[in-house]
């Protein structure tokens, strides 16, 4: 396909090469190409020109065939597609405006919950400060629980609720309250579970014993 390439002129005679794979006598082969009559040709022309001739030839087979894989496996690994890792929590909750908006329906339907001021301790928190402040450090809790880039600059939740004597009750109220916001806004039941896994981690914190019972407050 590509013979044409291997035909050079040198000072005006065509060179043509070497058929068949006689050796010399001293065991080597002989030089490809040959003038007219048959000699060798070893002049530098000549050889510049069949190194010439090599390289387009190799440019064009190059355009052919497949390209060559180069480096080492772990270098090649760089090339597989790695799936996409899952987003946070927090994106896909809306990032600080999605949980913005859940957190604002959340405390207002708790600050009005009956079952929950049944407790004075509960309802005389609910009222020391606006409800706008509790909004606020909800908001910013649970950017920090999911992933966000906030940080969580109250209280814990132990000290926060020490004095509150919440029971299983009220908990189970104030889940029940949860549940309402999160069902308002269609939350996914994925992302509900993960919610609910974090606020499920803070009942140690929040609840007192249940064998104190309802009406221990003082």
């Given amino acids: ?24 006598g001293d065991g080597r082969q002989p030089f490809p190409y040959r003038n007219t009559e048959g000699w060798p040709v070893i002049d ?25 894989r180069r480096g080492t496996l772990r270098s090649q690994r760089s090339f597989i597609v790695q799936p996409e890792e899952k987003p946070s929590l927090y994106d896909r909750l809306g990032g600080v405006y ?18 929950l001021n049944a407790n004075p301790l509960v309802d005389e928190a609910h009222h020391r ?19 966000g880039p906030q940080k969580y600059t109250g209280k814990s939740m132990a000290e926060s609720h020490k004095d509150l004597k919440i029971t299983s009750k009220e908990w189970e109220a104030f889940l029940d309250d949860f549940q309402q916001t999160l069902d ?7 992302e509900q579970a993960e919610l609910k896994a974090i606020v499920n981690s803070t009942r140690s914190d929040i609840v007192v014993n249940s064998a104190l019972g309802a009406g221990a407050y003082p």
């Avoid at 959340?106 to 009005?112: D, E, L, Q, S």
């Fill in 129 to 147: 400060v606006p409800p706008a402040g509790f909004k606020y450090l909800v908001t910013e809790m649970v950017c920090w629980a999911t992933g």
């Fill in 184 to 190: 308002k806004f269609k939350v996914p039941a994925g």
């Fill in 98 to 115: 999605g949980i913005a908006t859940v957190a604002d329906d959340f405390i207002n339907r708790i600050m009005v919950d009956p079952k």
């Fill in 44 to 68: 530098q022309e000549s050889r510049i020109g069949l190194r010439n001739r090599r390289r387009t030839t190799w440019r064009l087979l190059a355009m052919f065939l497949p390209p060559r």
């Fill in 1 to 24: 396909m590509f013979s044409f390439l291997l035909r050079i002129r040198v000072n005006g005679k065509v060179l043509k090469p070497a058929r068949g794979k006689r050796l010399r």
